[in-house]
């Protein structure tokens, strides 16, 4: 298996435009998170998917984001409209119940500057 | 809500030297507890976890033991080598609505180990 897609992997825009950030997890995974990562706050998990339904986004930071899983195998997190705090690296990570929840794995990270 | 507290990085070490990085936590429960490890460019990939009290995980070299008692984890290997640098984030899991399970991550620790 390839792992946890992502891309793209570098992505710099001007504040204002919209940013598509798009993860292919593991086949068969059944959850599917999206984290942040930035210096100052470290680790934070956006959202979290099970069997492609939302069932946490008690950490987006705020209406201009959102999250879809149109299906097992696609996920995207969307900024709009983009603003310069909202650099970070992107990492979406997959689990599998089955072979313990509890696993995940990550994919290499989605890089994003806002100007 | 749940929480891990991490030892501040960065730890400077020799070759060879003993690694010590701390690890504690709050957490509703019996969570599982995980140590991942992050490399210059790259996703977090698991490196150990225990799932319950008194557990040891290990894995290359490294090992760290689930203590209940004292609500930590603390991760050690013996001897380390330059490749071992990286950035260590201790995390716990805890049970997510709708099954499945969402990590809570420390703030990870930089660890650099010189010739």
């Known amino acids: 298996d390839a792992g946890v897609i992502q891309s793209p992997r570098h992505e710099v825009t001007e504040m204002g435009q919209e940013v598509t950030l798009r993860c292919k997890p593991i086949?068969?995974?059944?959850?599917l998170f999206w984290y942040r990562q930035t210096m100052m706050r470290g680790l934070e998990l956006l959202i979290y998917?099970?069997?492609?339904?939302?069932?946490?986004d008690s950490g987006m930071p705020e209406d201009r984001f959102s999250a879809k899983m149109p299906n097992a195998s696609f996920s995207t997190l969307k900024i709009q409209p983009s603003e310069p705090r909202d650099s970070a690296v992107y990492f979406c990570?997959?689990?599998?119940?089955?072979?313990?929840?509890?696993?995940?794995?990550f994919g290499a990270g989605s890089r994003l500057t806002v100007l | 809500g749940d929480s891990v507290t991490q030892m501040e990085g960065p730890v400077t070490l020799s070759e060879e030297a003993f690694l010590t990085i701390n690890c504690t936590y709050t957490?509703?429960?019996?969570?599982?507890l995980f140590w991942y490890v992050q490399y210059p460019g790259e996703g977090l990939q698991l490196l150990l976890k225990?799932?319950?009290?008194?557990d040891k995980g290990s894995n290359k070299g490294f090992e760290a033991t689930y203590r209940k008692e004292t609500t930590s984890f603390h991760l050690e290997k013996g001897s380390v080598q330059v490749s071992d640098s990286a950035v260590y984030f201790c995390?716990?899991?805890?049970?997510?609505?709708?099954?499945?399970?969402?990590?809570?991550f420390g703030t990870g620790t930089q660890l650099k180990v010189e010739l």
């Open positions: 957490a509703t429960g019996y969570p599982s």
């Open positions: 995390a716990l899991s805890a049970a997510g609505r709708g099954g499945g399970n969402k990590l809570t």
């Open positions: 086949s068969g995974h059944n959850s």
């Open positions: 998917f099970n069997n492609n339904v939302p069932i946490d």
């Open positions: 225990a799932t319950k009290a008194d």
């Open positions: 990570a997959s689990s599998s119940w089955a072979s313990g929840a509890n696993v995940l794995t």
